[in-house]
Structures are given as structure tokens and as C-alpha cells.
């Protein structure tokens, strides 16, 4: 069955520097993977997204890669601040399924 | 900014009953969905909505459940007779017609339905 993983429920790290999260996916052909954050009580909001035919996309202090032979997408924040401090949400739409479907994200803490 | 709505923010039922959450998509978009996220939970694909008929549903969009575009506006999801286990926080959201069907969706707030 198709399944997608996010590398851990919840990150910590230290302001300025850099948050790396990971999605990766099984039994699953996306055509599009984007990127969403999540604050608690809220509705996602959309921050990135990526195509199959597209390795990286930038905006900001956010980056974006995917890679369709290793099955995963990586998510940067540089620079982080406190401010960053959500639920990120990795979502692919594709083969099968032309909606989204969600990984179960991973919170994100950054101390000041 | 344009932004999707969704009342109420809050709904109490007692189980078996009929419960409607209303979304109001933004105006120029032609894409309608409902996601649920049960607490602590992962947000689930239901329904997507496009020219006045359901296009794609998942399997937890059984006979309960219906959606309706009642106007130039709203965007209903009915759930006939609620179970417990409905108890979640419920996302309208929507996209423009361009740009594909993996595109950026605009999600409202949502509804926090609890049955009881």
C-alpha cells in the first residue's frame, strides 16, 4: 500500500541554523510533492512545491529537493527562527490519487 | 488576501444526528475539497468537488457523507448520522483551475466537529 514517511515526529534545534526534514514515500508515483505548515488548531498552509521533473525549488529561507529514484523530498529552513516553529506536512498528489495525501509531519521546535 | 471560510469553527452533536459544515471557497477557484485530521492524526483526503459534481472520493467518504454547491458560493459537507468516531477537525479547501491537480490548495480553518 502506499505509504509516506516523515523522519520523525518532532525536531529540535538552535535559532540560526538549519532545519532538515525528510519525506519519503513507497508504492507511490507523485507527480507533485509540496510542502505545508501546520500550526496547532489551524489549517495547513502551503509553502513549496515540486514537480517530478524538478530536482530543487528555493523561496526565501526554504529549499526544496526531490529526488524520484531515492523515493524522498528533503525541506531546509536556514536560518531558522523561533518563528518557524510548526507541524511541517509533506503532501504528494499523483498516479491513482490526484488529491493529496498527507504524511503525519513533523514538529518542529527552534530555541531561541 | 482572499481566504477560504469555514463556519462554524466549532459543532457539537449528539450521535445520529445530521450535522452541515459550510465552507466558503475563494471566489475564483474552481477546486473544492474536505480533508479531516481525527486529533493527533494525520490530515485525510475525503472529497474533491470540481463543475457542480465529485471527481475524485476516498473510501471514507461513504453513503454518510455528501457534498453540495447549494449556490455561487458555499460549499457544504452533510454527514447524515454522525458516529463517534466522525469526532475531528474538518478542512474545506480550494485551487484555482490552472497550474495542474498537485497545485497549491488554500485550506480555511476548519470546523472541529465532536460527537458525543
Known amino acids: 500500500s502506499q505509504k509516506i514517511e516523515q523522519n520523525s515526529e518532532a525536531l529540535n534545534i538552535q535559532e540560526g541554523k538549519t532545519a532538515t526534514l525528510t519525506c519519503n514515500y513507497t508504492n507511490y508515483s507523485p507527480a507533485y510533492l509540496q510542502w505545508y505548515r501546520q500550526d496547532p488548531g489551524r489549517g495547513p498552509v502551503f509553502l513549496l512545491l515540486i514537480r517530478e521533473n524538478e530536482k530543487e525549488k528555493r523561496k526565501e529561507r526554504l529549499k526544496v529537493t526531490f529526488d524520484t529514484t531515492l523515493k524522498q523530498s528533503l525541506f531546509h529552513i536556514t536560518a531558522s527562527q523561533p518563528a518557524d516553529s510548526a507541524t511541517y506536512l509533506c503532501a504528494l498528489a499523483g498516479t491513482g490519487r490526484r488529491a493529496l495525501t498527507f504524511g503525519s509531519g513533523t514538529r518542529l521546535q527552534v530555541q531561541p | 488576501e482572499p481566504e477560504v471560510t469555514q463556519t462554524p469553527s466549532h459543532q457539537v452533536t449528539q450521535m445520529g444526528q445530521e450535522v452541515i459544515l459550510r465552507c466558503v471557497p475563494i471566489s475564483n477557484h474552481l477546486y473544492f475539497y474536505w480533508y479531516r485530521q481525527i486529533l493527533g492524526q494525520k490530515v485525510e483526503f475525503l472529497v474533491s468537488f470540481y463543475n457542480n459534481e465529485i471527481s475524485e472520493k476516498s473510501e471514507i467518504f461513504d453513503d454518510q457523507f455528501s457534498v453540495e454547491r447549494p449556490d455561487g458560493s458555499n460549499f457544504t459537507l452533510k454527514i447524515r448520522s454522525t458516529k463517534l468516531e466522525d469526532s475531528a477537525m474538518y478542512f474545506c479547501?480550494?485551487?484555482?483551475?490552472?497550474?495542474?491537480?498537485?497545485?497549491?490548495?488554500?485550506f480555511g480553518p476548519g470546523t472541529r466537529l465532536t460527537v458525543l
Open positions: 479547501a480550494s485551487r484555482v483551475a490552472s497550474g495542474g491537480y498537485g497545485s497549491e490548495q488554500f
